[in-house]
């Protein structure tokens, strides 16, 4: 599984659009790349997935560059409630039996919103 | 919307004792999932399941055991618990099968081992 690697924080005032990248150098052909979050007290939170190019959803968008190495999160018009650590996985889609589906978290990204 | 419960949610255990953390799902999601947290870490996995029946390793198996008896249930047993256990898990549930291995996660355990 490609290594993921991540600014261990960052910072934003609320309404501001915010930019998680995180960078896959080795990301295989078969991988795909996953987002989560989690706030304090909680589990992680599903966000979004994507291959390649751009996806969007209702909670943020994500962008791919071509050679797949990059990947930046957005999240909109940030607030308080989006202060948390946001996760960058890549992870393998094909049935490699134990593989598959399996997450692999690394330290991630402290987002600090200020009021 | 995904429901992952875990019971209990906060436990205090002696050293040696036997502590059992049960996770149950509602999402009818073949695959259940053991990690522990660790202060300013990400998440580790311990034991996976495909499905009632099963139970695999994961990342740091060792002093764990689990326990998948039916689809919904997924139990996480310390036999012997020691303070390098002391750490919050997470149970979660998912169905990669289907083509969207994105997991859903419970609130928590926090368990300290004295």
């Known amino acids: 599984l490609a290594k993921t690697t991540q600014p261990p924080s960052m910072e934003a005032y609320e309404g501001q659009e915010v930019n998680v990248s995180c960078s896959h150098t080795n990301i295989a052909t078969s991988e795909y790349i996953y987002w989560y979050r989690q706030v304090p007290h909680q589990g992680p939170q599903f966000i979004i997935q994507g291959y390649k190019d751009y996806v969007v959803n209702e909670v943020a968008s994500l962008f791919i560059s071509a050679d797949r190495k990059l990947s930046t999160l957005s999240l909109p018009w940030v607030s308080l409630r989006d202060a948390a650590v946001y996760y960058c996985?890549?992870?393998?889609?094909?049935?490699?039996?134990?593989?598959?589906?399996?997450?692999?978290f690394g330290a991630g990204t402290q987002l600090i919103v200020i009021p | 919307e995904a429901a992952v419960t875990q019971s209990p949610r906060n436990k205090v255990a002696v050293t040696g004792g036997k502590v059992t953390l049960s996770c149950n799902q509602t999402n009818n999601h073949n695959n259940m999932y053991w990690y522990r947290q660790d202060t300013g870490h990400g998440l580790r996995l311990i034991h996976y399941?495909?499905?009632?029946?099963?139970?695999e390793k994961g990342d740091i198996p060792d002093g764990y055991k689990a326990s998948r008896p039916s689809q919904e249930n997924f139990s996480l047993i310390l036999e012997l618990a020691t303070p390098s256990q002391t750490s919050v898990y997470f149970c979660a549930s998912g169905d990669p099968t289907g083509g969207a291995p994105e997991q859903y996660f419970g609130p928590g355990t926090r368990l300290t081992v004295l």
């Open positions: 996985i890549v992870t393998d889609r094909v049935d490699r039996g134990s593989a598959l589906g399996r997450l692999h």
């Open positions: 399941s495909y499905g009632a029946g099963s139970t």
